[in-house]
């Protein structure tokens, strides 16, 4: 190592790079982690059908043992579900339980999920943000695994949440926030998830690029297609987070 930060980058990406080389052609070991244990990040590793969720998201503000569980359930429960989605579409169907690339949906179920993800993609299509003063729409098509993944990874996120409370019963409000029951807390955790500070051309560029819709629209375009949210929070139907046609695959 050297005195000079940026050359230490680089040594350590060239020992990066010069260990990922030496594993090529070699027999995948699926034990082996892929990311840092500090990372706050939760994937699916498809080449070892596995969800991984590192040390740095299981604390606050993701998670906490000793806070409520509804918060608990919206935000570390939405990333297991989410991630557990990508097990299930586009990507994800084309590995197998041993992490080899192999198609094993039929033939009728993937007609099946490109018609209902049609919807997905005409949803996100119609929702723009401005960016350095022009209107910038969503690509559907770009984002429309993540998306899926998003609103299929809240559902069953609740349901989980739901087998929680039959088990250990509905639980107190919080002082100083008895106007909002345990289930609107849960959807406020996941909203929380996607509070982001970033500069109109780092979102231009996201637009452009990027597989997840901005956070906005990932709390928009969730919330909107859950029936849980609309009756928790008691959204008028035809309302915008109401919508009468829902957007579900799994």
């Not at 406020?188 to 452009?208: A, K, P, R, V």
Request: proline fraction near 3%.
């Amino acid at each position: 190592m050297t005195d000079s930060y940026l050359m230490n980058l680089e040594i350590l990406q060239n020992e990066s790079n010069l260990k990922k080389l030496s594993k090529l052609n070699s027999v995948h070991n699926h034990s082996e982690w892929t990311t840092d244990i500090v990372s706050v990040n939760g994937y699916n590793d498809i080449y070892s059908n596995a969800i991984v969720l590192p040390a740095g998201m299981l604390q606050l503000p993701f998670y906490h043992k000793s806070r409520i569980q509804a918060l608990n359930y919206g935000m570390v429960g939405l990333v297991v579900g989410h991630e557990i989605m990508h097990a299930f579409d586009d990507s994800g169907r084309m590995y197998d339980k041993h992490g080899n690339r192999r198609q094993w949906w039929t033939q009728e179920t993937m007609e099946t999920f490109s018609i209902k993800a049609e919807c997905f993609v005409q949803q996100y299509n119609n929702y723009s943000l401005t960016v350095l003063g022009n209107q910038v729409k969503i690509n559907g098509q770009m984002t429309q695994n993540e998306n899926i993944a998003d609103i299929g990874g809240l559902s069953h996120a609740y349901m989980a949440y739901q087998k929680y409370v039959s088990k250990h019963g509905v639980e107190n409000r919080l002082p100083g926030l008895e106007d909002l029951s345990a289930e609107q807390l849960f959807f406020i955790g996941f909203s929380s998830i996607w509070c982001e500070s970033t500069t109109e051309q780092t979102l231009l560029n996201d637009l452009l690029t990027d597989v997840h819709s901005p956070g906005k629209i990932r709390v928009l375009g969730t919330l909107s297609n859950s029936n849980e949210f609309s009756k928790a929070f008691r959204c008028p139907i035809g309302s915008p987070m109401n919508p009468p046609k829902k957007c579900k695959i799994w």
